[in-house]
């Protein structure tokens, strides 16, 4: 009971689901010392639980991760035996046991069907089916609040993009953009070495870096005409007021968003704006959105002019490289152009789709 409370805790700590549900396994294995042969399944997904009660792998720790059966169909991974066991415990919504294999079947608040399976040399008896009982009660408990956590995660990040895509409306700027900015940021993040959450933190808050261009007067913001000397230093001030939007947020998207703000038209050299900032002094997230926000900017359409063709578009990166742009953040641009320019087809390709589907529904 001792190992039950203690794994219960040391779960709840873990915030990523597909960690988590791992954690699950291993701490069942060690309390029960098992044989390390176990696995986790997961209906299809929770969006898609209605969808059949088709059942996916989520981990898998023993024999079966050797048979490389994670986020696979158990249909056409499992052995039948096992297959067998699983779909039964399904039908019947409820755990069941056979000697030494348990099947133990719960489902989450958020309707969920979950299925571990567990099995080892001797049988495991009902005081030991029991603690597996009690524990997947928490884990139950657990899965929810994570799920639900993601959840409100991935509506603030929602919230974020739009709130992005409303400025480039404002100033008649080309669909998608925040988004195509997003994923060649988390692109260049991963390469120049970045974490997995770094990379996801600058990929949202990167969406922002023109939220201060709410605060330029329409007649400067949508003007065709080449701006005066005094409305350019006014346009200029969307940095400032970028930031000065964000900066006392504690949230660890909006705060680097609002650095992104201030600092994206920042020159490696120094020449940029507001601050005069040079090289290292500028934040990285700011000098990766500035490559990604140039480059994407030139390769599209925009209201007032064609797409800029690439080999002159390359030709710019490398005569500013140094001098605008940070030269390690744009040698990684170029090296990997066939890549960029995949992943903004594809969130185009995607964001049109979505776009289409959602004329269809109404």
């Known amino acids: 009971l001792e190992k039950i409370v203690r794994a219960s805790a040391s779960i709840f ?9 791992s954690g699950v396994l291993m701490q069942l294995v060690s309390m029960l010392r098992l044989e390390e042969d176990a696995l986790y399944c997961q209906a299809s997904g929770i969006s898609a639980a209605s969808t059949g009660g088709e059942l996916k792998v989520v981990a898998a720790v023993g024999k079966f991760e050797e048979m490389d059966v994670v986020d696979k169909d158990i249909t056409a991974v499992l052995p039948g035996d096992v297959l067998a066991l699983i779909q039964r415990s399904m039908n019947e919504g409820q ?3 056979e000697k030494n294999r348990y099947v ?3 489902r989450s608040k958020i309707g969920a069907a979950h299925v571990v399976y567990l099995e080892r040399t001797e049988d495991i008896d009902q005081w030991e ?8 009660t928490n884990i139950a408990i ?3 609040n994570i799920y639900l956590n993601q959840e409100l995660e991935a509506s603030q990040k929602e919230i974020i993009f739009t709130l992005g895509e409303i400025v480039e409306f404002r100033s ?3 669909h998608n953009h925040v988004r195509r ?3 060649i940021c988390s692109f260049l993040g991963s390469k120049l070495g970045l974490t997995d959450e770094e990379c996801e933190i600058l990929r949202v808050a990167s969406a922002m870096h023109d939220i201060g261009k709410l605060a330029i007067p329409d007649r400067i913001l949508l ?4 701006l005066t000397t005094e409305e350019f230093e006014v346009m200029k001030l969307y940095t400032t007021a970028g930031h000065d939007m964000l900066k006392f947020s504690r949230r660890n998207i909006l705060r680097p968003a609002s650095v992104i703000a201030a600092q994206h038209h920042e020159h490696w050299d120094g020449q940029g704006y507001p601050g005069k900032l040079k090289g290292e002094e500028i934040n990285i997230f700011a000098r990766i959105t500035a490559v990604a926000d140039v480059f994407d900017a030139l390769v599209s359409d925009r209201c007032y002019r064609k797409a800029l063709p690439l080999e002159e578009v390359i030709n710019y990166f490398k005569d500013n490289s140094g001098k605008q742009f940070d030269p390690t953040v744009t040698s990684t641009l170029l090296d990997n152009l066939d890549e960029i320019m995949n992943i903004r087809t594809r969130i185009t390709e995607r964001r049109k789709s979505a776009l289409e589907d959602l004329a269809c529904e109404e």
Request: with cysteine; proline share 0%.
């Open 181 to 183: 900015v997003g994923a």
């Open 142 to 144: 657990a899965f929810d």
């Open 104 to 106: 133990v079947y719960f």
């Open 223 to 226: 003007k065709e005409d080449t």
């Open 129 to 136: 089916k029991d603690l597996i009982d009690i524990f997947c």
């Open 95 to 97: 755990s069941i046991s």
């Open 13 to 21: 700590e873990i915030q990523s689901l597909k960690t988590f549900i």
């Open 172 to 174: 008649s700027d080309t």
